[in-house]
């Protein structure tokens, strides 16, 4: 490349004109050629240390740096320093500094900012006060770019109102660049550093702010310093919003969401990606789903970011076939799915226990090498466990490389809730010997689940007072409503009740409802009015209480109490829940509901039943009509029975798929006494597996017995 005289002179006045690191070799080049070879060591080296410097060409500025007779100006030394924080070394930065200093060059205020980011990429706070003692020494605290470093830096080593152990006057000292400095005092602050700043630039805002956010400060503080930005004639930008939407959403307060937005739309933010997807996460926060929904359609540029933030919004708020209908869509346009993709859209797969749908993101992950992520790896674990297939998610955990805590507690979880109670607290004891791994909150449930699963009463006080004691952390009403569970299923329904009337929080309807369905089992109705009554209390209209009433009353075969209980549900107003069972045939989900007619293949369906039926009779299988709702003749309660959901859905699924083949159903409600006993029977005539996920836990059918043991 040849440069006029022109052209040169241009370029060398303004090294902003050059555009690429090509061109800079190119140009040095042409000097030498016309200065000579001393140029490399003349007025020019300088320029060309800069230059290379901002193409973050070490090598370069080394070679040029070190050329011999070379004696560096402090343009130069600002250049290699600059290179070397660039280019991540680090460590050759403060080398740099410290020969500047010893060769009594005086840094001036554009040397500190790399020496700052220096200090916070090697975590190192001594280091980040001694380059700051070094700005107060020369009186560059009022430097706009030094002010805007020093709060960067301190921000990304949490010293954010850090208070640490100083001597009595405040001050201390290291040796850095060969001197002795003199640092700040440890009650000087981000905030302080900001206050004092004489002129602020919007990165000095942005920088305030977003440490704030950080460090979890009030929302009201951090709001407060936006309307000043505002005050102090600066715009907030994108980055801004950005930063402050997620507080937002974190709080679900919608009206300053809704504030935020119509700002980004009257500044053109709007159209940003990164606002876009903000603002779909904070609207998915606030349950405001179509309102997500809107700001992806209207998005003019859709990226991967937006699309999994979509699928994720639509996942968290329950809209589960809105997520997997995104998903193919996402798939069908040109952007490829990525981990976060499989960690938003699995959960789905395993809400809807469609495991057909799950096998074929499991055989993408694998294909495209996603499966050693340990987010997707965890998320493949809890599919399979709540699709039922236990095997497939202990296999997935025994192989992961590397487990963190979400894992551990999917697997503990898991094997809860698949009546496999010693294994969860086995597997829960060995998680607390890892030397890595800290159980959390969810870890405690899980384990507590276990114990209220299988009994283990003793052991559910256990873990609740070492999740206080051990590990400091905070019960929540789930904790207390998993032990509670366990004294009611142990048949301690008054230890139960005193539990719950003792707690420091305000029992829910939820922990109250837990010790109202053992009252049914052991057949307490003077402790289930009471119960009852408290439910009542807290949620007058609450239908849950006056069902599992009515079931009390009907197995202690108080009738006509159960009868005068529905009569006045149906006064109020009050529909209980219909009973509905899916299953997965072939990928298509088919959904049964007690006494419906409508599926096509409803005659074969009860041709098929009545068979089953007849032989598990022959068999040694007696229908329980006391668990029947209404006082009607036996033959009628007989006939009750036998046209349950979950029976209609068994059938169905012995008519479409092969002999031996595992029949895997999903209920929206616990499975009754009578089922229980019918699907016993049924796993041992079939000689098949039936496993049935209802409201509270999975049942493993086989051989004629249930996983649960008959304890549920």
Request: charged share 25%; aromatic share 8%; with cysteine.
């Amino acid at each position: 490349m040849r440069f006029s005289t022109n052209t040169l002179e241009a370029l060398l006045k303004d090294p902003s004109a050059i555009k690429t690191s090509y061109q800079a070799k190119q140009l040095h080049a042409h000097v030498i050629k016309l200065k000579g070879p001393r140029a490399s060591a003349s007025k020019f080296s300088g320029f060309f240390l800069s230059v290379y410097s901002n193409f973050n060409l070490l090598k370069d500025c080394l070679r040029l740096f070190n050329a011999p007779k070379s004696v560096p100006s402090a343009k130069a030394w600002k250049s290699i320093i600059k290179c070397c924080v660039s280019s991540g070394n680090f460590l050759e930065a403060i080398t740099f500094f410290k020969r500047m200093v010893a060769s009594g060059m005086t840094p001036d205020s554009k040397v500190f900012p790399a020496l700052l980011k220096t200090s916070a990429h090697l975590s190192h706070i001594t280091l980040g006060e001694a380059v700051h003692g070094w700005v107060i020494r020369l009186g560059f605290e009022s430097d706009l770019f030094t002010g805007n470093s020093l709060m960067n830096m301190y921000g990304k080593l949490e010293y954010l109102d850090a208070v640490k152990k100083m001597p009595a006057d405040g001050r201390r000292s290291v040796v850095f660049g060969g001197l002795e400095e003199t640092t700040i005092s440890s009650r000087d602050s981000v905030t302080k550093i900001f206050e004092a700043m004489p002129i602020k630039d919007i990165v000095s805002w942005n920088t305030i702010i977003g440490i704030h956010v950080e460090r979890g400060t009030c929302n009201e503080v951090v709001w407060r310093l936006v309307m000043d930005m505002g005050t102090a004639e600066l715009k907030p930008d994108s980055y801004t919003l950005s930063t402050i939407l997620p507080i937002i959403a974190q709080s679900a307060d919608v009206m300053k969401g809704k504030e935020v937005h119509g700002y980004a739309i009257r500044h053109g933010c709007d159209k940003d990606v990164f606002i876009g997807s903000s603002l779909i996460d904070m609207y998915s926060n606030c349950s405001r789903l179509d309102d997500s929904l809107s700001v992806f359609k209207l998005s003019p540029h859709m990226d991967s970011v937006s699309w999994n933030s979509m699928i994720a919004a639509c996942v968290q708020n329950g809209r589960f076939e809105d997520g997997l209908k995104l998903f193919r869509e996402m798939l069908m346009t040109d952007h490829v799915p990525v981990a976060v993709s499989f960690s938003s859209i699995l959960p789905a797969c395993a809400q809807l226990t469609t495991l057909y749908l799950g096998k074929q993101l499991h055989g993408y992950i694998i294909r495209h090498r996603f499966d050693d992520n340990i987010f997707v790896s965890s998320s493949l674990l809890d599919m399979y466990a709540k699709c039922g297939s236990l095997c497939a998610a202990g296999w997935l955990f025994d192989r992961m490389k590397f487990r963190d805590t979400v894992s551990w507690t999917a697997m503990v979880m898991a094997y809860a809730s698949h009546g496999r109670a010693r294994e969860a607290v086995d597997l829960f004891d060995e998680m607390e010997m890892a030397e890595t791994i800290k159980p959390n909150s969810g870890s405690f449930l899980a384990v507590l689940t276990a114990c209220s699963h299988g009994g283990f009463v003793d052991e559910a006080r256990d873990y609740l007072r070492r999740m206080t004691r051990k590990y400091g952390l905070s019960p929540g009403i789930e904790h207390f409503g998993a032990v509670s569970d366990a004294l009611g299923r142990a048949g301690k329904l008054e230890e139960a009740y005193e539990f719950i009337s003792g707690l420091h929080i305000q029992p829910t309807v939820a922990i109250w409802s837990t010790l109202l369905s053992a009252c049914r089992v052991y057949k307490n109705v003077e402790l289930a009015e009471d119960v009852t009554r408290q439910m009542l209390t807290i949620d007058p209209n609450c239908m849950t209480a006056l069902i599992l009433l009515s079931n009390v009353y009907v197995a202690a075969g108080r009738w006509k109490d159960g009868a005068k209980l529905r009569n006045r549900m149906r006064k109020k107003g009050l529909k209980k829940t219909a009973a509905c069972t899916g299953i997965e045939i072939k990928g298509q989900l088919h959904v049964f509901v007690t006494g419906d007619e409508s599926h096509p293949s409803y005659g074969k369906i009860k041709e098929t039943l009545k068979d089953i039926m007849d032989r598990i009779e022959a068999a040694g299988y007696v229908p329980d009509t006391a668990t029947a709702l209404y006082d009607v003749d036996e033959e009628e309660k007989r006939q009750a029975l036998s046209i349950h959901s979950e029976r209609l859905a068994i059938a169905f699924g012995v008519m479409n798929t092969p002999q031996g083949t595992t029949i895997r159903l999903t209920k929206n409600l616990r499975i009754c006494v009578d089922c229980h006993t019918a699907a016993k029977h049924m796993s041992g005539i079939l000689n098949r597996e039936i496993i049935v996920r209802d409201l509270v836990r999975f049942h493993h059918f086989k051989d004629g017995n249930c996983s649960c043991g008959d304890f549920w």
